[in-house]
């Protein structure tokens, strides 16, 4: 079971103020699980990625690049998932289709 924590020990945590964690969760930006109306539930994914928004505040990156950059972050991420079951499948396959695998990779 993964560790949840409240949004008031989110924001004095982090230093942020509740409006503008808010804000995020408003946007889009920041997706905890609800609770109640008012309450949610934050978990270590959830605050990977309030680190990663109070960094671009910081930066002052305006409104309209959050979105473009969290997209941007969301893709890699999962080509790098993508990637890592591409990685696992390679190594369960038999060994003459991971050389011709290979080979193919190498042509381009």
Do not use: K, N
């Amino acid at each position: 079971m993964s560790r949840q924590i409240t949004l008031e020990l989110v924001c004095r945590e982090a230093g942020i103020e509740q409006r503008i964690v808010r804000q995020w969760i408003e946007r889009d930006w920041l997706r905890p699980a609800p609770v109640t109306a008012d309450e949610f539930a934050f978990e270590e994914i959830d605050l990977a990625r309030l680190r990663l928004l109070r960094e671009l505040h910081a930066l002052q990156l305006g409104e309209a690049g959050v979105p473009v950059v969290l997209s941007l972050l969301d893709q890699l991420y999962d080509t790098r998932r993508s990637l890592g079951r591409l990685r696992e499948a390679l190594d369960a396959a038999p060994e003459p289709a991971r050389l011709a695998i290979v080979q193919t990779l190498r042509r381009g």
